[in-house]
């Protein structure tokens, strides 16, 4: 059996992915990851019959699995019953920068895209395919969750046009717009009140990073949601979110700016992700022991912020006398090209400024 598979923790975009791999390979079998986001379970569950998937409970125990097409993800996910590490032919097809640890032998497809579901509705697209209003709206809510509705910094003009394409297929944006503004359980508004009371803004390197940590008894799912919430409410140039549940701690990164890499932080916790958007997974370590690596870890992936001293001219610095001649001052700005020179008196200080429209 040939399988496509994505993360456990699965959200609009992995699964739309999964999905337009089954158009371009109807012969493969789409099972889901087993930590849906709530949004996705309720989506699914309504138009069940409509769509190709299938639950890794239903696969028979010891399946041999020839094939896999991997999707917004490079790490296999864990099927009960079935050993995913053993599955000889893995292909790859994620939007995501190469990982160090993945496999030698896998066929890796990356490409750089805000959406992995873009990568497929292009592929669709160019075949001339057709597709139900519901797939084309499923594709269309993994498009708009991964860019946030094309706003995001790393969506892309491809990203555009594979939704308007979408549009033209039927997508139904009363639905798109139904779950992505789906209202917080109240688990999630507990771990959100919390989240505000333990966030730490730290200045590195000329950015206001915010470290957000909480503790909570038990899983909460879709914990990336609350992170668009706290980001767009502090507005830094990047957020972590540090969630303790049970035996593991979960970590989710945003980024605003290509200065700060959050894909390579989360790396050096064993999760992954891209430069804007990652996420990680530590077990049994306590939350206070992680949030400290964090801190500790952040400054080697924060640049410094551009500065002045980055692009200021160096060398000999051309300067006025207070005695100079409009005339000269009029020659020297033609003939290097600056808007403007500093005025210095006989004993080196600054008395002014003589800018081009001062002269003009």
């Not at 039927?170 to 209202?183: C, E, F, K, N, S």
């Not at 390579?264 to 430069?275: A, I, R, V, Y």
């Not at 964090?294 to 001219?313: C, E, F, G, I, N």
Request: charged share 25%; glycine share 6%.
């Amino acid at each position: 059996m040939n399988l496509i598979l994505s993360h456990d923790h699965t959200d609009f975009d992995a699964v739309a992915a999964q999905l337009g791999a089954w158009k371009l390979h109807p012969g493969w079998v789409p099972v889901l990851g087993r930590y849906l986001n709530r949004n996705v379970r309720t989506f699914l569950t309504l138009h069940w019959a409509g769509l190709p998937f299938r639950r890794d409970e239903e696969l028979p125990a010891g399946l041999a699995i020839e094939r896999a097409i991997l999707v917004d993800t490079q790490s296999l996910p864990s099927l009960k019953g079935i050993d995913t590490q053993a599955i000889p032919e893995v292909l790859v097809v994620d939007h995501h920068a190469q990982r160090e640890d993945t496999p030698d032998g896998w066929d890796l497809r990356l490409d750089t895209t805000g959406s992995c579901a873009t990568l497929f509705v292009e592929e669709i697209a160019e075949r001339h395919l057709s597709l139900s209003w519901i797939e084309a709206t499923l594709l269309l809510l993994g498009i708009h969750e991964d860019t946030g509705s094309l706003v995001y910094a790393g969506a892309t003009p491809r990203d555009a046009r594979a939704a308007a394409w979408l549009m033209q297929q039927g997508a139904d944006l009363d639905t798109l717009r139904r779950y992505l503004d789906h209202p917080l359980t109240d688990r999630q508004r507990d771990l959100y009140r919390r989240l505000l009371e333990g966030s730490d803004f730290l200045e590195i390197n000329g950015f206001q990073i915010v470290v957000a940590s909480a503790a909570m008894d038990s899983y909460v799912e879709d914990v990336s949601s609350l992170a668009h919430s706290i980001r767009d409410l502090y507005d830094p140039a990047a957020l972590v979110l540090v969630v303790e549940m049970g035996d593991h701690v979960q970590m989710v990164a945003r980024s605003t700016s290509d200065d700060i890499d959050v894909g390579e932080l989360m790396k050096t916790f064993d999760g992954g992700g891209h430069s804007r958007a990652a996420a990680a997974f530590v077990d049994a370590e306590p939350l206070a022991k992680v949030v400290a690596r964090l801190k500790q870890r952040l400054p080697a992936h924060v640049r410094p912020a551009v500065t002045v001293a980055d692009w200021m001219s160096r060398g000999r610095i051309r300067s006025l006398a207070p005695r100079s001649k409009i005339e000269e001052a009029a020659a020297l700005m033609r003939r290097w090209g600056h808007e403007g020179f500093p005025v210095i008196d006989e004993s080196g200080d600054v008395v002014g400024v003589l800018t081009r429209r001062d002269v003009d």
